[in-house]
């Protein structure tokens, strides 16, 4: 992937990921607790796919994405690996949500990982060294 391709990929990444992180915080406003966990997963997602296409990995699948975040990224120290542990709970509470009949979330807990959320986006935009 050339340079210019990588930084085009990981702009429209973090793109996806902003609207999906606003998408959230609709429907924490909105009190659709349930509903907003599919969106602050997709907004790590999103933010995660950008780090990689920065550096020209382009992963496949939603395990993928996993998988190279905590080989290249976690693995590394270049994050630290709470952020791995978070992304893989995000990644598991997402499907319960969108599939789990019995699947319950507070408040709380979302407007916690609203705010966590958020944090992983901007250090994702420190990292690639955008405002």
Request: charged share 30%.
């Amino acid at each position: 992937m050339k340079q210019e391709s990588k930084r085009k990929n990981a702009d429209e990444a973090l793109s996806h990921g902003d609207e999906s992180l606003r998408a959230a915080r609709v429907l924490i406003d909105a009190e659709l607790f349930r509903e907003s966990i599919p969106k602050l997963y997709y907004t790590m997602f999103h933010s995660i796919r950008a780090l990689l296409f920065a550096k020209g990995l382009e992963p496949k699948s939603h395990g993928g994405v996993n998988h190279y975040f905590n080989t290249h990224f976690v693995g590394t120290e270049l994050f630290p690996r709470e952020w791995g542990r978070f992304f893989n709970r995000l990644m598991k509470y997402r499907h319960e949500a969108d599939y789990g009949l019995a699947f319950e979330i507070i408040e709380q807990d979302c407007i916690e990982w609203f705010e966590d959320v958020s944090e992983f986006i901007e250090t994702v935009r420190a990292f690639l060294k955008y405002d």
